[in-house]
């Protein structure tokens, strides 16, 4: 199936790194007919990212936890292509750590990007989309949410990713009447950098074994829920947490 956002413009944050799940979802989006906006922090180089995907996508340099950063994002993607039909809030960092070993730096910079920083993107859309009545905002959760870590998550990990499930139910109740969906995506052990190397694809690889679907998320994986909540299929979803996660968290 393809062209499932043929003229939609999307948003993606965080995502410029080549094995990422922002990336991914960049690509199958436009392989469905959407402009997309890669935004990520300047060391990540968004610009090549976007080129990388073809001719007429756009490459932002956006820290999340900025909002007026956030907001100009925002007015020169409406300044060039006249809309915003979606957001993926996909930037994140973790920190693995034990809750006596959490330091109220180490607590501020993992929710300052998780959950501020999908408050401020998604504030800096909002206005747009209530102002055309329409528009899909997919927000990038845990397994660790659902299960207290296991992988890579800390304690403040843990908390923020709960804390962003909270914020896109909240966001889909006020903003339905507009016409906005939100709804979250829970993804598990999936084969990308994330942990900076802490553990290696082996290590990965092996623990997926035990897993009911016995492998590791691709990226793809995530991109192709971030695509359905993104798109018409899911026209009737909001406020839900879809879980991806190879049968690792059967709730
Ligand atoms: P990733 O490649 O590290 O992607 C995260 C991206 O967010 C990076 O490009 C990172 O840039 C960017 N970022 C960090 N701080 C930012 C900020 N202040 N403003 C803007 N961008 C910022 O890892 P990933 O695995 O694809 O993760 C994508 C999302 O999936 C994250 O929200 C993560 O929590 C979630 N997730 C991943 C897994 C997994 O197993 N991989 C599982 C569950 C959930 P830098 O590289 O410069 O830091």
Redesign the pocket.
Known sequence: MQGLLTNKVAII?????E?????ATARLFAEHGATVVI???A??DPLRAAAGLGGGHLGLV????DPAACRAVAAEVVQRYGRIDVLVN?????QRRGVMDVTAQDYDLVT???LR?TLHMSQAVIPHMRSRGSGAIVC?????AQQGGG??GGTH?CAA?AGVIGMAKAMARELGPDGIRVNSV???????????GANSDEAKHEMARAFPLRRI?R?VD?AGACLYLASDLSAFTTGTTLDVNGGAHIR
């Open positions: 944050t965080g995502a410029s790194r094995r990422g799940i922002g990336l935004t990520d922090l060391g990540e956006c820290d999340v936890t996909n930037a994140g960092i973790t300052g990007v998780v920083g990038m959760s845990s397994m660790s992988v890579f990990y990713k829970a993804p598990g052990l999936i084969l990308t950098d994330f942990s900076r998320g990226p995530i």
